[in-house]
C-alpha cells in the first residue's frame, strides 16, 4: 500500500507542475499548432451490466489510451476534442506507444487542416512532433 501510495504521490506532482505551463500553452496556442494531453491508462478488463458467472473467468483485458486535443478554430476560439484508443497489447512499450501516436496524428490532420506542429503533454517528458 505504501508503494502505491508513493507512485500516486509522484502522479500528483507531476499533474501540478505540469498545470501551469499547460494552461499557458493553451492562452497562446498559435492557430496552426495544437496541444495534445495523454495519460496513458494501465490495463482494463472489460464486463457486462449484467454478465454471467462464468462471463467473469473470460473477461477480454483492454489497454486504455485517453488523449485530448486542443486548437483553435476558425474564429480563433480554443476548442478541444477527447479521444480514447482501445488495444488488446497489454505491453505499454515505446512501439505500442508510436503506434498510437501515428493513429492520433492522422485524426489532429483532420481536425486542424493547416496544422504545422503539435505539442505532447504526458505525464512524462514532454514530446513535439512535427
Not at 486542443?70 to 515505446?94: C, I, M, Q
Amino acid at each position: 500500500m505504501t508503494e502505491t501510495f508513493h507512485s500516486f504521490r509522484s502522479h500528483i506532482e507531476r499533474v501540478n507542475e505540469q498545470y501551469g505551463p499547460v494552461k499557458a500553452m493553451k492562452e497562446r496556442l498559435p492557430p496552426v499548432h495544437v496541444l495534445v494531453q495523454m495519460d496513458f491508462s494501465e490495463n482494463h478488463t472489460c464486463s457486462t451490466l449484467d454478465e454471467i458467472q462464468s462471463a467473469y473467468w473470460n473477461s477480454l483485458t483492454v489497454t486504455l489510451y485517453p488523449a485530448v486535443i486542443y486548437y483553435r478554430d476558425h474564429e480563433n476560439e480554443l476548442k478541444h476534442s477527447s479521444y480514447v484508443y482501445v488495444s488488446e497489447v497489454l505491453h505499454h512499450n515505446a512501439s505500442m506507444v508510436v503506434g498510437i501516436i501515428h493513429k492520433l496524428v492522422k485524426t489532429v490532420k483532420a481536425v486542424v487542416q493547416n496544422l504545422e506542429y503539435i505539442h505532447f503533454w504526458t505525464d512524462t517528458p514532454s514530446l513535439q512532433y512535427f
